[in-house]
């Protein structure tokens, strides 16, 4: 469990903070100068390794010193990107996609959080299910696809199934761990106070465990893309993974790594998105 | 004399844990009278935090019984506030939000909440603290915080366990005096423990001294110096000196006590 209860990227924004603290003495126009420089310094790092790669990605084809059959210079890929883009062909997967992705999702968000909290809230049943769920969590949701299949189908159902089976675990284990790891003496200055059991759950536990059940949702917000590509190369007929393997079945290379690029561009956007509502919800769990 | 404040009648505390059985508190006896600062010394382990639970509410006894105005204690009530060692503030909240936490509980219409949570604060001197969360708070401030929570939905006794052994001497030296200030002002009922004896004799009417487990009233002290507050430097007071002596002494063969049942223990 305590793998997926990792610790709020929130946290590890104080070093920087503490950093800037020696920087008070200075004139002002100098700090915000080093300031300035070392914002630009952190987004050029960043940008450096992205840029190499798109470097070599175009210039290694052309001088081939890998085949340009099997990987095409970056510039023929976002050519094709863009005729993707253009024919409507890549909204249609991408939207085909991002439907299920989000189905699976907020149906694991809508059923993981309340079953966390009430499995977290009674000791007893945690304590009888949490093996279950540990068992449950470690089996790899693609081992399981198979299965889902053959219950499902080819169809919606059973990818959506799959995706929100995947979501569930990372999203049940934080929410039960975020209740079980509310701080004891604040529940006993609660109880000190006369408040009853929802009151004491609505107003210490619940906002207590939030942090934590954000954690459990990025994850499964990440795994959600992750899953959903793999179900969509086994029967599908739209979406981005069914657009990368059909590419790459017809030998249409470039397309191929246009869908790749595509569904690297969400992932990334969508961990984006949830570390950002993460952080917003867990902002009193710095250094603490 | 009047009828106390709060009254322990022969209270026992044991816990089962772990197949034993400890005995935590044996046949507590003893008055509080109401507005009284009563200070409670005793060596670590012996059953001060455990009684403070009884008091609380938060547990309930073995044996015996605890009057509050000659009611029997049942459970926790706003007729009483505690005030932990390690604050017990909502992250989430901010020093407002933690004040208004307790009148929350106590049903207070929203807009009399904040105007009560912000009278607080000035009590304990944290104007314009307000919007601070405790994590922005030093530990000094966060007790404070905590001080006012406990203050504000009004109870009449207040129960204060170790609340200043994690600070450091000089914000504890001030956090004294400002308590006794408070406690003057509002002539609230206090029960604080300490394992300090400068800080019992400094705060006490009366100092409880425990024994070691299981924890009984060993003697209590009547410290014979009034108008504290008033007294310039009573530190250095000889008769300042002179109870802490005495009560130095009550302490020493009971922590002594307590360190040799402690290595007992560890060698079974
Ligand atoms: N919940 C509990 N279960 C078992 N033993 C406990 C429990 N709470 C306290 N005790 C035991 O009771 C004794 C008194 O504890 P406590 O009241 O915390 O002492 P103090 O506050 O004076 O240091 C200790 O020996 C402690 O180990
Ligand atoms: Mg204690």
């Known amino acids: 469990m305590s793998s997926l209860t990792e610790t709020p990227p929130a946290v590890r924004t104080a070093p920087a903070r ?6 008070v003495p200075a004139s002002p126009p100098r700090g915000l100068g080093r300031r300035i420089g070392r914002i630009t310094g952190a987004v050029l790092t960043r ?4 840029a190499a790669l798109a470097v070599i990605w175009e210039v290694f084809p052309r001088l081939e010193l890998v085949n340009p059959v099997f990987l095409p210079p970056l510039t023929e890929v976002l050519a094709a990107w863009k005729d993707l883009l253009v024919s409507g062909e890549l909204g249609n997967h991408t939207s085909a996609s991002l439907a299920r992705s989000a189905a699976g999702f907020g149906l694991a968000i809508a059923a993981a959080v309340p079953l966390g909290l009430l499995i ?27 299965v889902f299949v053959l219950i499902l189908g080819l169809g919606e159902t059973s990818k959506v199934a799959i995706i929100f089976y995947g979501c569930t675990w990372p999203i049940l284990l934080n929410t039960v761990s975020g209740v079980r790891t509310v701080d004891p003496l604040l529940i006993k200055s609660a109880r000190s106070l006369g408040l009853g059991p929802v009151r004491l759950f609505q107003k210490v536990v619940l906002p207590a465990a939030v942090p934590t059940i954000f954690t459990g949702i990025r994850l499964a917000g990440s795994a959600s893309i992750l899953i959903l590509i793999a179900a969509e190369m086994v029967g599908a007929k739209a979406g981005l993974g069914y ?14 790594y246009a869908g790749i690029i595509t569904i690297s561009a ?3 956007l969508v961990n984006q998105l949830l570390v950002v509502t993460e952080r917003r919800f867990s902002t009193w769990r710095t250094a603490n | 004399m009047s009828t106390p404040k709060i009254r322990f009648e022969n209270v026992g505390k044991t816990f089962r844990a772990r197949g034993a059985t400890v005995t935590a508190l044996r046949d507590i006896n003893l008055d509080v009278r109401a507005g009284e600062f009563l ?7 012996c059953g001060k935090s455990t009684l403070l639970d009884l008091a609380g509410g938060l547990a309930e006894q073995t044996s015996g019984r605890i009057l509050v105005d000659d009611k029997p204690v049942t459970g926790p009530g706003l007729d009483r506030g505690i005030v932990f060692q390690q604050y017990a503030l909502l992250p989430w909240r901010t020093a407002q939000g933690n ?5 929350e509980a106590k049903n207070v219409p929203r807009r009399e909440r904040a105007a009560k949570a912000r009278e607080y604060l000035d009590l304990v001197g944290l104007t314009g603290f307000q919007d601070r969360y405790p994590h922005e708070l030093s ?5 404070r915080v905590a001080i006012a929570r406990s203050l504000a939905f009004d109870p009449d006794v207040l129960l204060m366990d170790e609340p200043f052994a994690a600070l450091d001497a000089q914000t504890r030296d001030g956090l004294q005096d400002e308590l006794l200030r408070i406690w003057e002002k509002t002539g609230k009922t206090i029960i604080f423990i300490t394992h300090g004896i400068e800080e019992a004799v400094y705060l006490g009417q009366r100092v409880a001294v425990m024994t070691s487990r299981p924890g009984r009233i060993k003697q209590i002290v009547d410290v014979g110096i009034d108008a504290r507050s008033a007294t310039e430097d009573l530190r250095s007071d000889p008769r300042f000196a002179h109870y802490r002596h005495e009560i130095w002494t009550l302490l020493r063969d009971e922590v002594k006590r307590a360190r040799s049942e402690e290595l007992e223990g560890t060698h079974v």
């Open chain 1, 243 to 256: 657009l990368i393997n059909y590419a790459q079945y017809n030998f249409a290379v470039p397309d191929m």
């Open chain 2, 139 to 143: 530990g000094g401030m966060k007790q």
């Open chain 2, 99 to 103: 004040i208004e936490f307790g009148l």
């Open chain 1, 18 to 23: 503490r950093i800037a603290v020696p920087a």
């Open chain 1, 120 to 146: 977290g809230w009674y000791t007893p049943v945690a304590n009888l299910l949490n093996p279950l769920l540990e068992v449950f969590r470690n089996t790899a949701a693609l081992a399981i696809l198979p």
């Open chain 1, 266 to 268: 969400i992932g990334l």
């Open chain 1, 47 to 50: 940008i450096v390794a992205i």
């Open chain 2, 39 to 45: 200070v409670i010394v005793g060596p670590s382990g």
